[in-house]
């Protein structure tokens, strides 16, 4: 299991969406308050963010190391602003490997991808079905073993197939549900929006006059966080926060 988050709104730097509150996804890393499965998050991490410069793709950073153990905090974190970015720590689930391959945003250029659950049976059921149904290049892209980055290619392989970028997230969890149980909390953002799943952990979102948070728990103390029901498709822009039934 893992501990992630979103944000959409006025340009912050990478250090303070990782660090700011007590409760920030730094602290998650070492001491998780909601977390269901596992208790700490010492499997790696990343963060991706996308520029002001339009059409840019964005750019990201990972690592299997702890975030707490990443010269990247401090060095280059606190000089980087963005008004959209994806971040995780990981706790790996086996037989996973601890590698940086694993570790969450994936990206394919255009989008960032991050999973916090687990699948029942990936390794060698449900992963070698779903890489069947993957066109030759998207099933090609993958380089690592980790869930996560099957999830995302089944993303991609629905919008490919036509399918907007919320249909083809929920398309993705009711496939795999339809195969075996699993966690499956979501969270794709393409620089205008934020779109995730709550299926089986904990979820969060929160709106202020800087911007729009979804999180896997909540990162400070205030009470404008609202909890997302499990079975929900959240999607946040600029202006609005929706939450439906998946």
């Not at 990247?72 to 980087?80: E, Q």
């Not at 799943?197 to 896997?216: E, Y």
Request: charged content about 20%.
């Amino acid at each position: 299991m893992c501990r992630h988050l979103g944000y959409l709104g006025e340009a912050q730097t990478l250090a303070s969406a990782l660090t700011c509150g007590p409760t920030s996804l730094y602290h998650q890393s070492y001491q998780p308050r909601l977390q269901r499965h596992g208790t700490v998050n010492a499997d790696g991490w990343g963060i991706g963010w996308f520029t002001d410069r339009p059409g840019d793709g964005p750019a990201r950073h990972r690592s299997a190391r702890p975030i707490w153990a990443d010269p990247f905090l401090t060095d280059v974190a606190p000089h980087v602003r963005s008004g959209c970015l994806v971040a995780a720590v990981r706790s790996a689930t086996p037989p996973a490997p601890i590698e940086e391959t694993g570790a969450a945003p994936f990206t394919d250029g255009t989008l960032l991808f991050s999973h916090n659950g687990a699948v029942d049976g990936f390794a060698d059921r449900v992963g070698p079905v779903l890489r069947r149904t993957l066109a030759p290049e998207i099933e090609g892209a993958i380089v690592g073993a980790a869930d996560s980055e099957v999830l995302f290619a089944c993303v991609r392989q629905a919008q490919r197939s036509g399918s907007a970028l919320p249909d083809a997230v929920a398309q993705t969890a009711h496939a795999v549900l339809a195969m075996a149980p699993a966690r499956l909390n979501l969270l794709v953002g393409d620089a205008d929006r934020l779109i995730a799943t709550a299926l089986g952990d904990t979820l969060f979102t929160r709106r202020s006059d800087q911007g729009a948070w979804v999180a896997s728990e909540p990162t400070d103390e205030l009470d404008d966080w609202t909890e997302v029901p499990d079975g929900s498709l959240v999607t946040v822009t600029a202006d609005t926060t929706t939450v439906v039934p998946l």
